[in-house]
């Protein structure tokens, strides 16, 4: 356990639906991150909240629209998503955006889009 | 262009074996980070690095960072499988938005033969 949860675990959803994926953090920290797992490619960084913040909008398309209500919890909703982007969706928290500031993750979202 | 470069990017070891896996960056690094997957989840820290020539360890993994700070080895020890995953180094490199990120590597999958 790393103090960081996600949910849904899996979520299956048709192009038309929305969704939203949940991330909690446990540990007191002030940062998260939103990050995106495809097969063969390094983590993608898609979001980062800072004192509830948003600090990086790394050039994610619109229909991916992240939520920071306070520094506990993080959204992130989908909507009209395309088949690429089915991925695994992993959420970290650090006690801030900061060099040397370790981030832990959570256990991610796997999604499929069809 | 690729941040960091892990080699080897596959790699089968017969159960108490050693092994190394390199992570290499074109920038100097502020901070080094090495996780460990297991395949569709989370990434578990395992150890980060700051000073030039530091060297960690944790029960049987030692990881070192090189005097320039450009390249990083995770070094295992009579490998069990245990230690089966996929190995991930992160970097905290500064982005064009002047922020601290990290990273990642395309990631090591580890076997470990019984």
């Known amino acids: 356990e790393t103090g960081v949860t996600q949910t849904p675990r899996h979520l299956v959803m048709g192009m038309t639906n929305k969704k939203s994926l949940k991330c909690e953090q446990h540990l007191g920290h002030n940062a998260m991150y939103w990050y995106k797992q495809s097969a063969k490619k390094p983590l993608e960084l898609m979001f980062v909240?800072?004192?509830?913040?948003?600090?990086e909008n790394n050039s994610v398309p619109s229909r991916f629209s992240p939520e920071c209500p306070n520094s506990s919890h993080l959204f992130l909703h989908l909507h009209t998503l395309q088949p690429e982007d089915s991925a695994l969706y992993l959420c970290?928290?650090?006690?801030?955006?900061?060099?040397?500031?370790?981030?832990?993750f959570g256990p991610g979202t796997r999604l499929l889009v069809l | 262009s690729q941040e960091l470069e892990q080699s080897p990017q596959s790699l089968i070891v017969q159960e108490g074996k050693n092994l190394t896996i390199n992570c290499t960056s074109s920038?100097?690094?502020?901070?080094l980070y090495w996780y460990k997957q297991k395949y569709g989840e989370g990434l578990i820290f395992l150890m980060m690095l700051q000073k030039g020539g530091e060297e960690k360890s944790h029960e049987k993994i030692t990881a070192k960072l090189d005097e320039k700070k450009q390249q990083s080895s995770l070094h295992i020890t009579a490998s069990q499988p245990s230690h089966a995953g996929i190995y991930l180094c992160?970097?905290?490199?500064?982005?064009?938005?002047?922020?601290?990120?990290?990273?990642f590597g395309t990631g090591t999958r580890l076997t470990v033969i019984p």
């Open positions: 909240y800072n004192f509830k913040e948003q600090t």
């Open positions: 920038k100097t690094l502020y901070g």
């Open positions: 970290a928290s650090s006690l801030r955006q900061a060099v040397w500031e370790t981030q832990y």
């Open positions: 992160g970097a905290d490199i500064l982005s064009e938005t002047g922020a601290n990120n990290l990273f």
